[in-house]
């Protein structure tokens, strides 16, 4: 069996780099593939990702509201409670001080009718 020459040592190296070149290419393109697919589904689950961060803020928003209006009603409660106070309060007071004119009124005439007549010059 003759010795390879010099050529076909050099084409079955460059054969042999080739298939190298080949297989790694063949890899790159198998990750790019990959890398594809992984980006689309990243983009998918993102999509997912906001409708559900949209949903939670409209139910967040919503619980927000509610404990709003529920606070809301209570206070109004409370307004027409105390408004209700201040009324009797201001009907009492009214009361005492018509009570207390009443009475004024009564000790004046008394007062004038004993107070002794001026006397005549």
């Not at 993102?46 to 409209?58: D, F, N, R």
């Not at 509610?66 to 105390?82: H, T, Y």
């Not at 009214?94 to 004038?112: A, H, I, S």
Request: no cysteine.
């Amino acid at each position: 069996m003759a010795e390879p020459t010099a050529q076909q040592k050099m084409e079955r190296r460059l054969e042999f780099l080739e298939d190298r070149v080949d297989a790694r290419t063949e890899r790159i393109q198998q990750s790019l593939n990959d890398l594809r697919m992984d980006v689309g589904d990243l983009r998918s689950e993102l999509s997912h990702a906001k409708w559900w961060a949209i949903g939670t803020a409209i139910a967040v928003l919503g619980i927000f509201l509610g404990v709003i209006q529920w606070g809301l009603s209570m206070q109004k409660e409370e307004n027409a409670r105390f408004s209700g106070y201040i009324r009797e309060d201001v009907k009492s007071i009214g009361d005492d001080v018509k009570e207390m004119n009443k009475g004024l009124t009564e000790m004046r005439v008394l007062l004038e009718r004993q107070k002794p007549p001026a006397p005549s010059q």
